[in-house]
Nanobody, 124 residues
Framework: QVRLIESGGGLAQVGGSLTLSCAASGPDSSGNAMGWFRQVPGQEREFLAT????????YYTDSVKGRFTIARDNAKNTVSLQMNNLEPEDTAVYYC?????????????????WGQGTQATVSS
């Protein structure tokens, strides 16, 4: 099955930037649509961004439009999330997820495989 490992979390200042990365492995993983989600303790997991298998189609939730950018490098089987102009409200555990089709989706139930998460903390 597909395995996903997130990295790049850590500490950032308000207004600063972080870049998260997700490394994927397993059969037929390079052609699957991917997504980024985040979760704060006591809250539901929130959709952030998705990218199609080819990398040509992306969707973002309103709260991160213009600040976050999702991209993929299929030659390396990696997906990134560039996060700019960070706010304290961006503090969360960030998760990478993979579908079993090439079609981008904003729905949690459409994703089959999930990483373990990486913590991002934004402080003032």
């Amino acid at each position: 099955q597909v395995r996903l490992i997130e990295s790049g979390g850590g500490l950032a200042q308000v207004g600063g930037s972080l870049t998260l990365s997700c490394a994927a492995s397993g059969p037929d993983s390079s052609g699957n649509a991917m997504g980024w989600f985040r979760q704060v303790p006591g809250q539901e997991r929130e959709f952030l961004a998705t990218i199609s298998g080819t990398g040509t189609i992306t969707y973002y939730t309103d709260s991160v439009k213009g600040r976050f950018t999702i991209a993929r490098d299929n030659a390396k089987n990696t997906v990134s999330l560039q996060m700019n102009n960070l706010e304290p409200e961006d503090t969360a555990v960030y998760y990478c997820a993979a579908r079993t089709t090439p079609f981008a989706s904003a729905k949690k139930i459409d994703y089959t495989f999930w990483g373990q998460g990486t913590q991002a903390t934004v402080s003032s």
